[in-house]
């Protein structure tokens, strides 16, 4: 009984490793000189996240082919997990989005806003983050941070 008990705790610690050390695989399309683009990439990337990040000139386009309306996009448009993440989201969001996988096109930050991840300046306020349907309704909030 013993010997059972000890390898069902191995087997538990070894799938908790496992999934502690499964990386998330992120592509960021930015405009070529936007620096708060990569200053957002490099918080991902200390928060577990691997980015790739891929300049363009077409950003408008790309985050609107995704179902981002105009009104709500960001600065860079990313797609993770068959999802698309606009804007300066952050890592909590991300992840509960994620986890909970929610029938959604995915979830923007509209904006630059102060104090987001990546951009300079103290958070003022609370920051709503909204989810975007995949039918092209209107935007609702998902979450506030």
Known sequence: MLRILALAVLMAAGLSFA???????????????????????DYLRQNGFEVDVKPTNDLASISSKAGVPANFQGCHTMFIDDYVVDGHVPVKTIRKMLSERPDIAGITLPGMPMGSPGMVGEKTEPF????????????TVYATE
């Open 19 to 41: 999934q502690a050390d499964e990386t998330l695989k992120a592509t960021l399309w930015k405009n070529p000189q936007c620096g708060c683009c990569e200053g957002y990439a």
């Open 128 to 139: 709503t983050i909204f989810s975007v349907a995949k039918d092209g309704k209107q935007p």
